[in-house]
């Protein structure tokens, strides 16, 4: 982008858009916990009906808290690796930011509502706040404002690997209204084996494409 300002690591600026952003995922967590408010005398009368009042609630905090969590981490790896920033990578982040704090509030719906739709609101929400996240990585990249520059065949690669969780919510979707939201979110225990399985192949496949082998992706 002609004219696009970059601020250095060292700079003022740079800590200041990092906090903020730090902030916003601070914010979100804490925010998970509201969802969970059943507090009246019925719902703790036992452990049968406290779980019965806020266990659903309880399932959609944990697998939100989860989640932004490995944002946030995400986030942390991608910034340590920045030399700087420029403007057009703060405001992929503010609308990335966007995104998670929109977190809580579909969790909520999750927990409590249980309908297709808001296991469908819920499910878009995270997979385009994941899609974004991994375009800010990428503009840096190709900005140069990070310490070590990814080819194009790493890029691509990168890409694929991003691509599963969006990918796994995406498809969950018409699984809670076909067969039933339980169903679709029992469809995310599959990113645990599919993340770091496709992640290790993707990281493969970009290794033997910048060394010319015979998985090299051709254009």
């Not at 403007?87 to 982040?93: C, D, E, G």
């Not at 509030?105 to 991994?134: D, M, N, Q, R, W």
């Amino acid at each position: 982008m002609p004219g696009d300002r970059v601020y250095a690591k060292e700079g003022m600026e740079f800590a200041r858009a990092v906090t903020f952003f730090d902030a916003i995922f601070a914010f979100a967590v804490t925010l998970l916990i509201t969802t969970v408010d059943d507090f009246s005398p019925q719902a703790w009368s036992s452990p049968a009906a406290l779980w019965a009042a806020n266990g659903p609630s309880l399932i959609s905090f944990t697998i939100s808290f989860l989640v932004v969590v490995s944002f946030w981490r995400a986030n942390h790896r991608v910034v340590a690796e920045m030399t700087a920033l420029n403007s057009r990578v703060i405001t992929l982040n503010c609308v990335v930011m966007f995104g998670v704090v929109l977190i809580p509030f579909t969790t909520e719906a999750l927990g409590k509502v249980g309908l297709p739709l808001s296991v469908a609101v819920y499910a878009a929400v995270i997979a385009v706040t994941a899609i974004l996240h991994h375009l800010v990585q990428d503009q840096a990249d190709r900005a140069q404002l990070v310490d070590r520059q990814r080819t194009p065949a790493q890029r691509r690669w990168d890409w694929i690997s991003a691509s599963v969780l969006p990918a796994v919510f995406l498809a969950s979707i018409p699984v809670a209204y076909l067969v039933s939201p339980a169903a679709a979110e029992y469809c995310w225990i599959s990113l645990v084996v599919l993340n770091p399985l496709v992640g290790r192949w993707a990281e493969t496949r970009s290794r033997s494409a910048d060394a010319g082998g015979p998985h090299a992706p051709t254009r």
